[in-house]
């Protein structure tokens, strides 16, 4: 019985904020910040990292803030051979008022956990992790670009490092979280892009698992990605059903700006139906728009028919994709049957709008119960 | 033009058996061997394993087979975030005879390459690669089991290691073998198992990626994997569409033996039509068949109600699978809607003469072209 006490209070004390240890780098080991001007997404790393290990006998290990390494992998590790493993993107602002601020790191913590079940890796404490990624946060803190164009984009990975080949559950895993000081997510900024929607490609469908952001649900699309950019396009806007409903962006959740039958403006968003990814942005701008109570606000299915025919009889106002690395992307340009769906030029357009509202509350220009202080 | 001409060189260069390096264990780095009946699969790795790095500047490097080592993988690297990945499975057998063989690798290469272009990775010289994987075994030959019921798994795999999180095909990338001995694939043996035939989960779908070996196709399965355990089955037949057609079971394809309406003796699989992995032992099984001419040979859709109704008037003879890990195993039971399928006692099984004969093949009793000889 002792030695079974002693096991359970291991256990219930580890993954702890309070267990955290820092092994922080000696000052000849960080790194020289890059120009604001020269930021591409994802590419530069701050100088430090989060670990959290984790195994099916002893459970959480304690978190371990480190200098930015190399991780060691089993080349038999789940991860590597069945794509066990689930990431997240959030973000860190730095504010017009020098504080730092998280944008409603709760739904992303939530986002994870579910995908986590659906990818067969472990529960987690969000309340801890969100203790620990700030204090990570707080550590790198002079990474954060001072410029309301850029942000510190937030990667926890989740992977299975359980080093057998058995297509199984896995015994062993590793959380981590790295950093990275971004610009704009398309090197184009806020200007509009173009999308190719093919209905021969399907990202996702019911029964699939294409509502969980987990890394199975990326790579498929890479290749489509690349035909999309031979056809002069951004990005892919996924389709679904034999009728080509629209899905989402695959980096983005899709919003339409339009005038509904009646001639009532309406915004226009595909259902959490489990084929698309629930978006934070996505959620955030709903809740926006659903409090300015303006125009109609909608979750529903919107087909490429639809689009057309709005198009024609000039209904259709503007198309605008909504993600945390680029937080809203207006739309252009609609490919689809070998015909371009121009959008029209918009005086104040509702994108802009969403887009400032969201950049005040992020960069604390607009005090809002979203934003999160870090410190 | 000189230095054009000298990289040109250095890129014919690599990749090839003919620069492989070899860093070879010292006797003192050399693991013992597990016995026999204790091999998991999967769970036991040789001492050595094969590299060959690729990046988008420099095309391949040359191949090198070392001690079997962790990987030092960023933590941003795209294998980790957004499943760009891709494995293969083949074996080694040593035959009754003493020599080793392997089992058709040219249809794993010709798998692998189509894997690699619809997942971004690079195209690769197949002959080549076949030849540093045969050096591999011979280097940890002494892995190979003296057991009829026992193989050297091989396991290619291949991984994106650009550290950049933008979602995009990855600049660089690691190809690597690393090998197995393995006992029977499912602790059961030959014994037969039992599938969960479930509509409510759905592997793969016209439009995606269900006839790659990519890892993305696997970790959506684990979850489904493990709700087929707890009812009590070991595998999950995987059906598609409203008409519930049976496609494959996720580590083997699946074959059904029937009488038709008829009275005639057929053999049925599904047919490669993007949804299932064109299995390399599906592939045999079709043209032992075939060759044989005892009975009707179909790749066509097959729908569980066809299944039930042979099932109700006794047409239904066998159902078994197929695959690398298993090669054959018998199916017991289906269950279906909340009803089990059992599967009839049959007297000299189709699925146990196609095991005697792969196995025969295998194990050099039976000359054949698809055993290739490794020395």
Redesign the interface.
């Known amino acids: 019985m002792a030695v079974r006490g002693c096991f359970l209070s291991i256990r219930l004390q580890t993954q702890k904020f309070s267990d955290l240890e820092e092994k922080l780098c000696s000052p000849s080991q960080l790194h020289p910040k890059p120009e604001v001007s020269s930021l591409?997404?994802?590419?530069y790393?701050t100088d430090h990292?989060l670990e959290i290990g984790w195994n099916a006998n002893k459970g959480w290990e304690k978190p371990v803030i480190s200098p930015?390494?190399?991780?060691?992998?089993?080349?038999?590790a789940k991860?590597?051979?069945?794509?066990?493993?689930l990431?997240e993107g959030m973000k860190a602002y730095r504010g017009d008022d020098g504080r730092l601020r998280l944008f409603r790191p709760d739904r992303n913590m939530i986002r994870m956990l579910n995908t986590a079940?659906?990818?067969?890796l472990p529960e987690f404490d969000m309340e801890e992790m969100i203790k620990c990624i700030k204090r990570l946060i707080q550590i790198d803190r002079d990474w954060i670009p001072h410029s309301n164009t850029s942000s510190l984009?937030i990667?926890p990975?989740f992977?299975a490092t359980d080093?057998?080949?058995?297509?199984?559950?896995t015994n062993s895993a590793l959380l981590?979280v790295?950093l990275?000081p971004v610009g704009p997510y398309f090197t184009s900024g806020f200007k509009p892009i173009s999308l190719l929607a093919d209905?021969?490609?399907?990202r996702s469908?019911?029964?699939?698992?294409g509502s969980s952001k987990?890394?199975?649900?990326?790579?498929?699309?890479?290749?489509i990605?690349?035909q999309a950019e031979k056809q002069g396009h951004q990005q892919v806007l996924w389709l679904y059903g034999d009728d080509h409903q629209l899905t989402e962006v695959?980096?983005m959740n899709i919003f339409i700006f339009m005038l509904n039958k009646k001639g009532e403006r309406e915004l226009v968003t595909p259902p959490l139906d489990g084929l698309i990814l629930p978006g934070v942005t996505r959620l955030s701008l709903l809740e926006l728009a659903r409090e300015w109570k303006e125009f109609h606000v909608t979750e529903r299915n919107i087909t490429m028919a639809e689009i057309v025919e709005a198009h024609a009889e000039n209904r259709l106002l503007e198309v605008f994709g909504a993600g945390t690395a680029c937080v809203v992307c207006p739309v252009a340009n609609i490919s689809y049957q070998n015909r371009d769906y121009k959008m029209p030029a918009v005086e104040s357009p509702l994108s802009q709008r969403f887009f400032k509202t969201m950049s005040d509350i992020h960069y604390g220009r607009l005090q809002h119960k979203w934003a999160v202080d870090i410190e």
């Open positions: 591409v997404f994802g590419k790393f990292m930015l390494h190399d991780l060691q992998i089993h080349p038999g991860v590597l051979h069945y794509a066990i493993e990431f079940k659906r990818v067969s984009y990667r990975t992977i080093p057998s080949l058995g297509v199984a559950a981590y790295v990275c209905p021969q490609y399907v469908w019911p029964g699939g698992c987990m890394g199975a649900n990326y790579a498929p699309t890479i290749y990605q690349k695959g980096t």
